[in-house]
């Protein structure tokens, strides 16, 4: 059983660029949560989506971000017009209804 | 709102000898609290966690952890540190698993192990 996949691992862009990380939870998770975590930072709560649902986006900024969970394929977390401040590593976790967060290994996003 | 204390940023501990990384909490309901590790350029492990019962909890590599409510702690121990525990380490606090509104983590410890 495959564990929770995120790609790219690590994503370089230039400001004014989109950014695009992509999350599949494991199997039979149907609940994914995005973290963003900076430098020397511990985790903060992004987003949690259910299947085609967002449920809880209260750490988005409200500006640029943007996240879904269609019916089919991965979690997007979207960013556009990426500035330096974005620079982070970019977690994803999945967990079956009301259990336990397994994390993906983190997408590292540099914005040059 | 709930949130999480790691008071050292960085502890420095000999191979072989014990350890404890410190954690409060603060948390409104009857908490659910996880012990992370994260290696450098990986993703996270849980160690440990917390529902109800026993307070102390026994988790992988050895760790073991001690809920006390009085305190509003949750520390993490270990008798006998070894060099592959180097690693940054991570409190959270929660609903089960993370419920509607996830973890809130601490800022972590980073723990170096000197030879």
């Known amino acids: 059983n495959a564990g929770v996949m995120q790609n790219p691992r690590h994503l370089v862009r230039r400001r004014g660029q989109e950014a695009r990380l992509r999350c599949s939870p494991m199997?039979?998770?149907?609940?994914v949560y995005w973290y963003r975590q900076l430098p020397e930072e511990g985790l903060k709560f992004m987003v949690y989506?259910?299947?085609?649902?967002?449920?809880?986006e209260s750490g988005m900024p409200k500006e640029r971000f943007s996240a879904e969970f269609p019916k089919e394929g991965p979690s997007i977390l979207r960013i556009q017009q990426v500035v330096r401040g974005d620079s982070a590593a970019y977690f994803c976790?999945?967990?079956?209804?009301?259990?336990?967060?397994?994390f993906g290994e983190g997408s590292r996003l540099t914005v040059l | 709102a709930q949130s999480v204390t790691q008071p050292d940023i960085h502890i420095t501990v000999s191979e072989g000898a014990s350890l404890e990384l410190r954690c409060n909490y603060s948390?409104?309901?009857?908490?659910?609290l996880f012990w992370y590790v994260q290696s450098p350029g990986q993703g996270l492990q849980l160690l440990l966690k917390?529902?109800?019962?026993?307070?102390l909890v026994q988790g992988i590599k050895g760790f073991e952890a001690e809920f006390k409510r009085s305190q509003s702690s949750f520390n993490l121990r270990k008798p006998s540190v070894h060099w592959s525990d180097a690693a940054e380490y991570f409190c959270?606090?929660?609903?089960?698993?993370?419920?509607?509104?996830?973890?809130?983590f601490g800022k972590g410890t980073h723990l170096i192990i000197q030879p």
């Open positions: 959270a606090v929660g609903p089960s698993g993370g419920g509607a509104d996830g973890l809130t």
């Open positions: 917390y529902f109800s019962g026993d307070t």
């Open positions: 989506l259910q299947k085609e649902n967002i449920i809880d």
């Open positions: 976790a999945s967990s079956p209804a009301g259990g336990e967060l397994f």
């Open positions: 948390y409104g309901a009857t908490p659910y």
């Open positions: 199997k039979g998770h149907s609940h």
